[in-house]
């Protein structure tokens, strides 16, 4: 008998066991499923209402001044009587906010009681979202500023003139108008009766750089400084390569009778004395551009060709080397204008201006070579998005 029992006894205890530990996964595997809700920084929901695909919903009472895109306001300690104005499908998301983040945790924790599976809480209330608001609002505004100083948007007047360069640009093979005006209606645009009056009669009214002739100033005095015969390209480092349409600035250039390479130094358009010709080899072997590494003196790409072009005409027509930097600075800022605010901006944070910068310093390799531009830009303590600029190297 006492074997029995000790049997019966033994068996009760491994069955005890076996439903305690049953009892045990089961505990843990509920605690395992429990939901809760996540927060969610001002940052993170300002990038979520770019593209929104969740319910916003106000909590604070008194009520305020909602976020806009907030689909419903309900006290934080009214929701379970306010059950229609939530969404049904409980698996939606719900981005919860108050005024400083102290309500909302516990509408978010009510709502996971209700059965909602996708809560957010904001962190810091409409207070933290309104301060990155601001800040966006103040770095936009500053952007603005660096972007009046760096390139206007009315534009800057140069004291140079296209007077018939451009006829003879044409005249020579170095723009082919047919190609021209075929590869302008490709953008669904064309050339302004100003630009036709510049290339078939010549002008001489000054030289404007804005952000609407930035391109044509480009691409012209591309073809301009490719086709001029100047020393800079039939002696200078350039001439050295035999195949001479394997750079950006040569082969790049397809909207001349010729391919570009066949073009280069083809047709004396500007004339130089000895004298303008030393400025322009002085000026354009200190005169850089943020796509390369090459000086101004070596145009291997597009923004170096139309430089030096703009730097011949101006010499042509009697100007000092300081005209000259200052010019190449302003066509650089409207073709780069980026790099040029991020400049504007590190001269700032050095307690300098953009407005007495030297111009010779700003277009040298420490800030406008590609690698000086990168250095600039890293060494900010804030960007400023301007999206302005004719900084392609192509047609």
């Known amino acids: ?14 069955v005890s066991g076996c439903i305690a530990n049953t009892n045990s996964e089961q505990t843990t595997n509920n605690e395992s499923e429990k939901i809760e809700f996540s927060n969610i920084s001002a940052q993170e929901l300002n990038q979520k209402l770019e593209n929104k695909d969740f ?85 936009i505004s500053k952007g603005n500023l660096l972007l009046e100083s760096v390139a206007p948007i009315e534009g800057i007047v140069l004291p140079v003139k296209w007077n018939d360069v451009l006829v003879k640009t044409i005249e020579a093979g170095g723009i ?19 630009h036709e009056k510049i290339l078939f009669d010549g002008s001489d009214e000054n030289i404007i750089f804005s952000h ?85 003196a070596f145009p291997d790409c597009n923004h170096g060709m139309a430089a030096l072009a703009l730097a011949e005409l101006m010499a042509s027509q009697g100007a000092t080397k300081e005209q000259i930097y200052d010019a190449l600075l302003v066509a650089n800022s409207y073709w780069f204008t980026q790099t040029y605010v991020n400049t504007a901006a590190y001269l700032e944070q050095q307690g300098k201006s953009w407005e007495n910068a030297d111009a010779k310093e700003i277009l040298g390799a420490e800030f406008s070579s590609y690698s000086g531009s990168i250095t600039t830009q890293k060494a900010l303590e804030n960007t400023y998005q301007v999206n302005k600029g004719a900084g392609a190297c192509g047609v």
């Not at 280069?264 to 130089?272: C, D, N």
């Open 55 to 139: 319910f916003l919903l106000d909590v604070h009472i008194p009520e305020q001044e909602h976020i806009q895109g907030t689909d419903a306001f309900i006290p934080y300690n009214e929701l379970g009587a306010n059950l229609p104005k939530l969404p049904q499908d409980k698996s939606t998301p719900i981005v919860v906010y108050c005024r400083s983040g102290t309500m909302s945790p516990e509408a978010s924790q009510k709502l996971i009681d209700l059965g909602y599976i996708n809560v957010m809480n904001l962190e810091g209330g409409i207070k933290g979202f309104n301060a990155i608001q601001t800040q966006a609002e103040q770095e």
């Open 176 to 194: 082919d108008l047919n190609k021209y005006n075929t590869q302008l209606a490709k953008y669904n645009t064309k050339l302004t009766p100003e």
């Open 1 to 14: 008998m006492k074997t029995a029992m000790g049997i019966i006894l033994i068996s009760l205890i491994i």
């Open 212 to 296: 609407e002739t930035a391109l044509f100033n480009l691409n012209m005095l591309w073809a301009l400084g490719l086709i001029n015969d100047n020393p800079i390209l039939t002696e200078g480092k350039i001439s050295e390569y035999e195949t001479k349409g394997r750079f950006a600035s040569t082969g790049g250039w397809t909207l001349g009778t010729n391919p570009g390479g066949e073009l280069l130094a083809t047709a004396k358009i500007i004339e130089l004395t000895p004298e303008q010709q030393a400025i322009v080899e002085e000026v354009t072997s200190n005169v850089y551009r943020p796509c390369c590494g090459n000086s101004t």
